[in-house]
């Protein structure tokens, strides 16, 4: 700067006008080079950089580039150069070093930013990932490194001392919890969810009070993301899943099938026992065929042995319509091949109740997607509904308008 000056100086020139344009020229002169530089970092550097990345076959170098982690880098070089420069500018010399380490701070925050994404990413194309997911822990990463580049942010523009930004923060500690507990409660609630596996991307799970019904998309620092089945997204506080109770269905999956647990509702009035037709009807059915053999030659030898008076139904042991009909759907259920032969099958009565006798169906479905499981369970049930009338039996239904109206026009 003082050479420029003399220059002028020498041409005659007033000496404070000199000074000024000393100071300009060496000004432009300093952003044409930053200028230049920029333009060579992203279009040259950035360039070979990017080739060299997709060429070769590491995958996670491919993250920093997607992510930017290069071209962020490269906005600091402009204010290396200023930096580094400030010298020649005399008395603006601090303020301009100050300026640049700010620029450069504030930079760094965006490149530590993208650098923490990238391993995310990295960290997203392994399995492992959706049982112990880590994004919570990088944003807590990405606070801290917030916090401590903004302390050195502000000893840098008011020219203090770190330290003595740092003492006085701990009065502020109440203030910064308050405006943190979130994140804090999020981060604590975190590493109890993962550590104990309650939850992982992927996931089903359920919580009443949030409106959430669906699955896992994204488990952040303070909230979990879930998509319902409508589509819509629910954001869940990461610390309500510690305070409140929900349900994650994950079991289905691991277990290889999904329950089914319905009752068909049966007119007790209509339960009764076999007659000797209605034994040589079931004896046609399939499913049947074995058990009816089975049990006539048991209840044989019983009322033999015990020598009941088989006359009167109400004496030793005989086949009833419902017993068969209980027979008839675990065989039919057995015989389904979308039905799991691993799990429990069983056709069970339930206490009898105002709406009849509950048979309760009780098995697994192979596929565990909501629709295919809906379709199957639909199927099984379309038909034992239209089977039923073979045992001789009736579906409990409550009087509909139409029941009422034909027993008008009886009437």
């Known amino acids: 700067m003082r050479f420029v000056k003399e220059m002028l100086i020498d041409k005659g020139i007033n000496e404070v006008i000199a000074g000024y344009l000393s100071f300009s020229i060496e000004l432009i002169l300093l952003i044409i080079i930053c200028i ?27 993250f920093l580039v997607e992510r930017k982690v290069f071209h962020r880098i490269s906005n ?32 760094s925050i965006l490149v530590i930013s993208a650098i923490l994404n990238a391993i995310d990413d990295v960290y997203k194309t392994y399995p492992i990932s959706k049982i112990r997911p880590i994004t919570g822990t990088l944003q807590i990463v990405k606070i801290l490194s917030c916090i401590l580049i903004g302390i050195a942010l502000a000893a840098t523009l008011s020219g203090t001392n ?88 994950r079991g289905i999956s691991e277990a290889g099938g999904r329950r089914i647990m319905r009752s068909i509702l049966i007119d007790i009035s209509s339960i009764k026992f076999c007659s000797e037709e209605m034994i040589e009807h079931f004896k046609k059915i399939n499913y049947l065929k074995q058990y009816i053999a089975d049990k006539e030659e048991e209840f044989k030898k019983h009322n033999n042995e ?15 319509n419902i017993a068969c009909f209980r027979a008839y759907i675990e065989e039919y259920l057995k015989n389904n091949s979308r039905i799991s032969k691993e799990h429990t099958i069983l056709a069970r009565q339930l206490a009898p109740n105002e709406n009849g006798l509950p048979i309760e169906i009780y098995a697994f479905t192979i596929d565990i997607d909501f629709k295919k499981y809906e379709e199957i369970q639909s199927d099984i049930f379309d038909h034992l509904f239209s089977v039923v009338n073979e045992f001789q039996l009736r579906v409990f239904q409550n009087p509909s308008e139409y029941d009422v109206k034909q027993i008008s026009k009886i009437l």
Do not use: C
Request: charged share 15%; no cysteine.
């Open 36 to 62: 230049l530089a920029n333009f060579i970092t992203k279009r040259v550097v950035l360039n070979i950089i990017s080739k060299t990345v997709y060429k070769n076959n590491i995958k996670w170098d491919d």
């Open 162 to 249: 770190p330290i003595a930004i740092l003492s006085g923060i701990g009065v502020l500690s109440a203030l910064i919890s308050i405006i943190f507990k979130d994140p804090i409660l999020g981060f604590v609630a975190g590493i109890q969810l993962t550590t104990n596996d309650m939850i992982r991307i992927g996931d089903w799970v359920e919580m009443t009070k949030y409106g959430a019904n669906g699955h896992v998309i994204e488990i952040h620092l303070s909230t979990i993301k879930i998509q319902n089945f409508d589509q819509t997204i629910v954001s869940v506080p990461a610390y309500a899943f510690m305070s409140d109770s929900f349900k994650n269905w």
């Open 76 to 107: 600091i070089v402009p204010f290396v150069i200023i930096y580094i420069s400030a010298p020649i500018f005399g008395s603006f010399e601090e303020l301009i070093q100050r300026t640049a380490q700010a620029i450069i701070l504030v930079i």
């Open 306 to 320: 015990n020598n009941h008076d088989t006359d009167f139904l109400i004496n030793g042991k005989h086949l009833t």
